[in-house]
């Protein structure tokens, strides 16, 4: 069953914790990326992917680090620097090769981070 | 960096009432591309579209991308229940080098449909 996997579904942050949301893909896409929602809001990308071993600031990077050490992979951390980490994250994947597949995005299902 | 504006914000029909949402940019579009997201779910593509003048239709869908290649539409006929979502546009600059996937989201239309 191909797709994309975000773990956990939910997940809540302590003032000063950093913590780290999962997205991992079997669609053997080289892109990668990591959005934000916030209610009212579009999808603001914070990272993303292009290679293994290689990735590159969005437009709302700062408090976020990521790393791209495998291609099936593409973890998040949301750091204690992120004032206002609530939001809904998605995690996306496409295809670098194909002239009418590429460039195509597939979400996962999103994780739901809050702060306690 | 690539700007995207999406309108209506928010839109209410009732069962059976046509509904459209525009997407306009101030730059010259390599294509673009529609998305759904469900309530609760996350978005889902639906089309995308590379030429100037270009209409795709699905089912009571029909996509438009200007002749300008600078703003693009879509237009459900006879909504139903199950249209509603928030429907996303998403663009890449004709500029955009050929290696650069990354893509700009419009802030999406809230589609409600009142049974």
């Known amino acids: 069953d191909g797709g994309i996997t975000q773990s956990p579904k939910y997940l809540f942050r302590k003032e000063g914790q950093n913590v780290t949301l999962s997205c991992e893909q079997n669609l053997n896409h080289d892109a990668m990326y990591w959005y934000r929602q916030d209610p009212g809001q579009g999808l603001r990308l914070i990272y993303y992917s292009q290679i293994v071993n290689d990735f590159q600031k969005g437009d709302i990077a700062e408090g976020y680090s990521v790393s791209r050490e495998k291609k099936e992979s593409f973890p998040l951390t949301v750091t204690s620097a992120q004032k206002n980490p609530t939001a809904f994250y998605l995690c996306?994947?496409?295809?670098?090769?194909?002239?009418?597949?590429?460039?195509?995005?597939?979400f996962g299902a999103g994780t739901r981070l809050s702060v306690l | 960096g690539q700007q995207v504006m999406q309108i209506p914000q928010y839109q209410h029909v009732q069962e059976g009432e046509d509904f459209t949402t525009y997407c306009n940019s101030s730059?010259?579009?390599?294509?673009i591309q529609w998305y759904k997201q469900r309530p609760g779910g996350h978005p889902v593509f639906l089309i995308q579209?590379?030429?100037?003048?270009e209409v795709k239709k699905q089912k009571r869908l029909t996509f438009q991308f200007g002749e300008a290649k600078k703003n693009s539409s879509l237009h459900i006929t006879a909504t139903q229940t199950t249209d509603v979502g928030t429907y996303f546009c998403?663009?890449?600059?004709?500029?955009?080098?050929?290696?650069?996937?990354?893509?700009?989201f419009g802030k999406g239309t809230k589609l409600s449909v009142i049974p």
């Open positions: 730059t010259t579009l390599s294509n």
């Open positions: 998403a663009v890449r600059a004709a500029y955009s080098g050929a290696g650069s996937y990354q893509l700009t």
């Open positions: 579209l590379v030429k100037s003048g």
């Open positions: 996306a994947s496409s295809s670098t090769s194909g002239s009418v597949t590429k460039n195509i995005q597939y």
